[in-house]
T-cell receptor, first 115, second 111 residues
Framework: GAGVSQSPRYKVAKRGQDVALRCDPI?????LFWYQQALGQGPEFLTY????????KSGLPSDRFFAERPEGSVSTLKIQRTQQEDSAVYLC?????????????FGQGTRLTVV | KQEVTQIPAALSVPEGENLVLNCSFT??????LQWFRQDPGKGLTSLLL?????REQTSGRLNASLDKSSGRSTLYIAASQPGDSATYLC??????????FGAGTTVTVRA
């Protein structure tokens, strides 16, 4: 695709509900990242995939958060039993190579509101 | 842990004035530094990427410098326009490939 695509753009969930956020990276991009951005803050790292392998999940806030990229392209971030503190914008980014020097391209984000 | 600081947090200038946005980081062992623009309710748009071996990058009215040894980068925007109003984020990529972000500088250009 032309850019990184995320869906849905907006999600309202009742506390305790499970949600799934989707990311379609740029075609052929090896690396995929998920970030969480609270209001007025910079994005914070959640997890990193190289193809289908999840190489780093150190930023996931709790075991309620789970991410997968089974075929090395589309990725899903799942949050179980959502809490109010999960309300944030979830951003996905992809890079062409796995090397550290490559440019990261971000999607429009999914704004999650837990009520 | 890499810490990224952006100063000032907010900036308001009249149209036509040059903008200077500052970014500092604590760990100089970086692969690259990227400047992003974020409009309200939107994602991040990449503006400039500076590799660790480079000193600066230019794109149109934008120029970014990098002094890796002192942990500083500056984004210059020449002849600002109201359309430049947005939040500008600085991010550094470290050896573990993560991007570490600052909190951003919110710019308002007054017509």
């Amino acid at each position: 695709g032309a850019g990184v695509s995320q869906s849905p753009r907006y999600k309202v969930a009742k506390r305790g509900q499970d949600v799934a956020l989707r990311c379609d990276p740029i075609s052929g991009h090896v690396s995929l990242f998920w970030y969480q951005q609270a209001l007025g803050q910079g994005p914070e790292f959640l997890t990193y995939f190289q193809n289908e392998a999840q190489l780093d999940k150190s930023g996931l806030p709790s075991d309620r958060f789970f991410a997968e990229r089974p075929e090395g392209s589309v990725s899903t971030l799942k949050i179980q039993r959502t809490q109010q503190e999960d309300s944030a914008v979830y951003l996905c980014a992809s890079s062409y190579q796995s090397g550290g020097g490559t440019e990261a391209f971000f999607g429009q984000g999914t704004r999650l509101t837990v009520v | 842990k890499q810490e990224v600081t952006q100063i000032p947090a907010a900036l308001s200038v009249p149209e036509g004035e040059n903008l200077v946005l500052n970014c500092s980081f604590t760990d100089s062992a970086i692969y690259n530094l990227q400047w992003f623009r974020q409009d309200p309710g939107k994602g991040l748009t990449s503006l400039l990427l500076i590799q660790s071996s480079q000193r600066e990058q230019t794109s149109g009215r934008l120029n970014a410098s990098l002094d890796k040894s002192s942990g500083r980068s500056t984004l210059y925007i020449a002849a600002s326009q109201p359309g430049d109003s947005a939040t500008y984020l600085c991010a550094v990529r470290g050896g573990d490939y993560k991007l570490s972000f600052g909190a951003g500088t919110t710019v308002t250009v007054r017509a």
